[in-house]
């Protein structure tokens, strides 16, 4: 009997790590594709690219088959994805959803950019880079719509320009963010390389 609690202890303990330290990601899945499935719609559902989507089952075209049965890969976190929901909500709120789903881009461009950490989570709380850490405004809850703006990042993943910087010329006067290369302009909000 003190064998299985111990085993029961150490499970918890481990669980507990990878929640709260928003480590870890989700298992991959497996899913049946139905009639008016695309890859984008099921990359949106999961969070996950549609290029990892394609690279995970060996595909080379958008083609799917109803009843084709595909590997759902391991997206991020729950934990991270609300960390990001978050971070879109204090940057983004009232901003146009295609602003919003810029923000999360960007930050996942951060993740995989060799200027910047390897993780969404200390991505976004790099030292003085995104305002609503050092406000507390990263602290309040995410809208729905910052949420799918997430999961439609996710499933963008890989195909957009690039940007790496964001920045409201209105709100800012650092010269530094206006020397870089403008990728889209949306709302009120700059995107840079």
Known sequence: ???????????????AAIVFTGQGSEASAAY??????????IGLKYGVSVQKLKSVNNKTTDEL??????????TISASEKD????????EAKGEPYE???????VVLNRV????????????????????????????KPAS???????????A?????????????????????VRTKNTTIVIGDHVFAK
Do not use: C
């Open 1 to 15: 009997m003190k064998k299985i609690k111990k085993f029961i202890f150490s499970s918890f303990i481990a669980l």
């Open 32 to 41: 049946s594709v139905k009639k008016g499935d695309t890859l984008w719609k």
């Open 65 to 74: 088959y109803v009843g084709e049965e595909l590997t759902i890969p391991p």
């Open 83 to 90: 960390l990001l929901a978050r971070l879109v909500e204090a």
């Open 99 to 105: 602003g919003k789903v810029a923000v999360a881009t």
């Open 112 to 139: 995989d950019s060799p200027l910047y950490p390897d993780t969404i989570t200390e991505v976004i709380y790099q030292d003085r880079q995104f305002t609503p850490v050092a406000n507390g405004e990263i602290n």
């Open 144 to 154: 729905e719509e910052s949420k799918r703006a997430v999961n439609e990042a996710l």
């Open 156 to 176: 963008f993943h890989g195909l957009g320009q690039g940007s790496l910087y964001f920045y409201n010329p209105k709100k800012t006067d650092d010269q530094w």
